[in-house]
Each structure stands twice: as C-alpha cells, then as structure tokens.
C-alpha cells in the first residue's frame, strides 16, 4: 500500500455511508471495479484513453448534464453496480469484456450501472462536488508524497 491511500480509501468510505451507500472501498487497485461479494470498489489513477473515450460517449450519450472527470464517472458507475445489481438477471455477470469489444458498454449489467451513475450525477451534483473536494487534495497529496508525476 502506497502512502496516503489510507486516508483516500476513509474519505470515500466516510462519504458512502454518509449518504447511506452499502458498498466500501476496496483500495487502489490497476482499474476501477466492483467486487458483488464483498460489495467493494476498486479505484485506479491509470488512463486507458480508448476505453475512457468510449466510456465517456456513452455517458454523454445518456444525457451527462456536467463535465466530471472520467476518474468520477467510473467511481460512481462502480457504485452504480452496487446499487443496481439486483436489478440485472444472474446470467448478465457472466461476460468477458475482450470478446465484447466496444460493446461492452452497452451490456445489461454495464449500461444500467452507467444509467444510474449519470442519473445519481446529474440528481445529485452538490453531493458529487462535495465527495470531489474532500477526495482531491488527498488525491494530490498522494501523488505527491508518493512521488507520482500526472501524466493528464
């Protein structure tokens, strides 16, 4: 575990169950994720500029009515799995993103997660900008101390 992460992963958890969320934060990890057993999400400062290009077109697609950063978009898209899961049959889980391609953002369980996310942002912007100012100057100071160079 990299210095700061502690501090990064209790801001979000303090800010999920604040807002009366189930799901924890698992740490930092090489991508953003959900993990349905333990009802925790993964974050990642790593770009995947075409997945993020993809990404962000389909969220714009489904009426985004804010320019968040992608790193937010795919936190509350996580969460939207979460929340949302129960709504998906069984059989939606069982997929495999290579062979899906660019349609993989469009899969049952992904686009519904993607569907709350944009609903919950565009519903709830002063609680997004909220959890965004107490994350960021943790954020900073993570890369920071950690001697991390943003490329973005």
């Not at 990890?29 to 349905?36: A, C, K, L, P, S």
């Not at 009515?65 to 936190?75: A, G, P, R, T, V």
């Not at 107490?134 to 490329?151: C, G, L, S, W, Y």
Request: proline letters at 1%; one cysteine or more; charged letters at 25%.
């Amino acid at each position: 575990m990299l210095i700061g992460e502690n501090q990064i992963n209790e801001i979000f958890d303090k800010w999920l169950e604040d807002n009366g969320f189930d799901a924890r934060i698992s740490g930092l990890e090489t991508d953003f994720g959900w993990y349905m057993l333990s009802d925790t999400i993964a974050y990642s400062f790593v770009i995947a500029e075409k997945f993020d290009r993809a990404f962000q077109k389909v969220c714009d697609g489904l009426g985004l009515n804010y320019d968040i950063d992608i790193f937010w978009l795919s936190f509350f898209h996580e969460l939207g799995h979460s929340e949302t899961y129960h709504l998906v049959d069984d059989d939606a889980f069982l997929i495999d993103a290579d062979l899906l391609g660019d349609d993989y953002y469009y899969h049952p369980r992904e686009i519904i997660a993607t569907e709350w996310a944009v609903d919950y942002i565009n519903n709830n912007i002063d609680k997004v900008k909220l959890l965004m100012q107490m994350v960021r100057p943790a954020i900073e100071q993570f890369f920071t101390v950690n001697n991390i160079q943003d490329e973005g």
